[in-house]
């Protein structure tokens, strides 16, 4: 299951016009990430549930569809349920071992280890885990040497932490866990279920991987999250064609001969980058964009239909869908949504 219901009000205010699972890196939806990492780790079904703005993600997929083979269904929430709580609702599609994943969280840890690990532990539940500088952010989690779960903190102060290892939201289950979960109530795993796995002495482990995983919680963490993976950092799909060591360009993309292109660039499907245009740094393009002559782009997110006026400099911005920044204007940093 691919948790996919919150607001991601920390991305405000990009998560004002788009539900987070939607916000493009590198010119593709959080989500479909997450739909490609499950499908290439063999993974034939998953379930989604949907609540804020929960029409934009049913428009994107509709309410069954499928990708790479795997089948995918969308099921909308009347009232929001929290992450347990939203998998104890489609409980009956859980016979079985199963994965939840967040659906608004880049990463590329190896499923099919992560399940191994839970199997051989003999585990009613396993958490994958990340070791992260700031633990303020973050639910930290202690483990022995064994693996075995012995407590949390939630965004802890780092003098305070009990350890460095975040809660990724990735976990494996087996079905008995949703009997800890009551039907048609908010419920959290972290805050309202793993604490009762203690209590009761379950069998619960942290699984620790080489692996990428960033929740993109910030602005900041979304421009950081495309230079990672346009830098080679995360093993995930590029769209477009590439051209050399770092630069992809979408279908019919145009990018008129003058350009100037230095750093690592994703220019999207149907883009044009006019006439002495100049972007550096790391700079995605989004499709249907259109950036006008003599314009400079440095270390910026476009997303799709964005548009950039003739001579205007934006340096460490995202601008958001359908965005025209007008002629000469000088930007730097922030988010420009429309109103």
Same mark, same amino acid.
């Given at each position: 299951?691919?948790?996919?219901?919150?607001?991601?009000?920390?991305?405000?205010? =990009?998560?004002?016009?788009?539900?987070?699972?939607?916000?493009?890196?590198?010119?593709?939806? *959080?989500?479909?990430?997450?739909?490609?990492?499950?499908?290439?780790?063999?993974?034939? #079904?998953?379930?989604?549930?949907?609540? $804020?703005?929960?029409?934009?993600?049913?428009?994107?997929?509709?309410?069954?569809?499928?990708?790479?083979?795997?089948?995918?269904?969308?099921?909308?929430?009347?009232?929001?349920?929290?992450?347990?709580?939203?998998?104890?609702? /489609?409980?009956?599609?859980?016979?079985?071992?199963?994965?939840?994943?967040?659906?608004?969280?880049?990463?590329?840890? %190896?499923?099919?280890?992560?399940?191994?690990?839970?199997?051989?532990?003999?585990? =009613?539940?396993?958490?994958?885990?990340?070791?992260?500088?700031?633990?303020?952010?973050?639910?930290?989690?202690?483990?022995?040497?064994?693996?075995?779960?012995?407590?949390?903190?939630?965004?802890?102060?780092?003098?305070?932490?009990?350890?460095?290892?975040?809660?990724?939201?990735?976990?494996?289950?087996?079905?008995?866990?949703?009997?800890?979960?009551? #039907?048609?109530?908010?419920?959290?795993?972290?805050? %309202?279920?793993?604490?009762?796995? /203690?209590?009761?002495?379950?069998?619960?482990?942290?699984?620790?991987?080489?692996? $990428?995983?960033?929740?993109?919680?910030?602005?900041?963490?979304?421009?950081?999250?495309?230079?990672?993976?346009?830098?080679?950092?995360?093993?995930?799909?590029?769209?477009?064609?590439?051209?050399?060591?770092?630069?992809?360009?979408?279908?019919?993309?145009? *990018?008129?001969?003058?350009?100037? /292109?230095?750093?690592?660039? /994703?220019?999207?499907?149907?883009?044009?980058?006019?006439?002495?245009?100049?972007?550096?740094?790391?700079?995605?393009?989004?499709?249907?964009?259109?950036?006008?002559?003599?314009?400079? *782009?440095?270390?910026?997110?476009?997303?799709?239909?964005?548009?950039?006026?003739?001579?205007? $400099?934006?340096?460490?911005? *995202?601008?958001?869908?359908? $965005?025209?920044?007008?002629?000469?204007?000088?930007?730097?940093?922030?988010? =420009?949504?429309?109103?």
């Amino acid at each position: 299951m691919a948790l996919a219901a919150g607001k991601g009000t920390r991305l405000f205010p =990009l998560t004002g016009e788009v539900p987070k699972p939607m916000a493009p890196v590198v010119d593709t939806p *959080i989500i479909e990430h997450i739909f490609e990492l499950l499908a290439g780790h063999g993974f034939d #079904e998953v379930h989604v549930n949907v609540f $804020y703005l929960a029409d934009a993600l049913l428009g994107a997929y509709g309410e069954e569809s499928q990708i790479n083979g795997m089948k995918v269904h969308l099921e909308r929430e009347e009232q929001l349920l929290g992450t347990a709580g939203g998998v104890r609702r /489609l409980a009956d599609r859980f016979d079985d071992t199963f994965v939840v994943v967040s659906g608004d969280a880049l990463t590329d840890v %190896d499923l099919g280890e992560l399940v191994a690990f839970h199997k051989e532990k003999g585990a =009613l539940a396993t958490i994958a885990l990340h070791r992260v500088f700031d633990t303020s952010e973050f639910g930290v989690v202690e483990v022995d040497e064994e693996g075995n779960i012995l407590g949390f903190q939630e965004k802890p102060n780092p003098r305070d932490a009990i350890s460095t290892l975040a809660n990724t939201g990735i976990y494996v289950f087996e079905p008995r866990v949703l009997e800890y979960v009551p #039907e048609g109530t908010f419920f959290d795993f972290a805050q %309202d279920v793993f604490p009762k796995f /203690l209590e009761n002495e379950e069998r619960f482990v942290g699984y620790q991987g080489d692996f $990428y995983w960033s929740d993109i919680g910030t602005l900041q963490a979304y421009r950081e999250a495309q230079y990672d993976v346009l830098s080679g950092r995360v093993r995930v799909k590029i769209p477009g064609e590439k051209r050399g060591e770092s630069l992809w360009v979408g279908e019919d993309a145009q *990018i008129h001969p003058s350009a100037s /292109l230095e750093g690592h660039v /994703l220019v999207g499907r149907d883009a044009v980058i006019g006439r002495d245009v100049t972007l550096a740094g790391d700079v995605t393009v989004g499709s249907d964009c259109w950036i006008r002559p003599n314009a400079t *782009i440095k270390s910026s997110i476009l997303l799709p239909g964005a548009s950039v006026g003739d001579g205007a $400099y934006l340096e460490d911005c *995202i601008v958001g869908h359908g $965005y025209d920044v007008r002629p000469r204007e000088t930007i730097r940093g922030g988010a =420009l949504i429309r109103r």
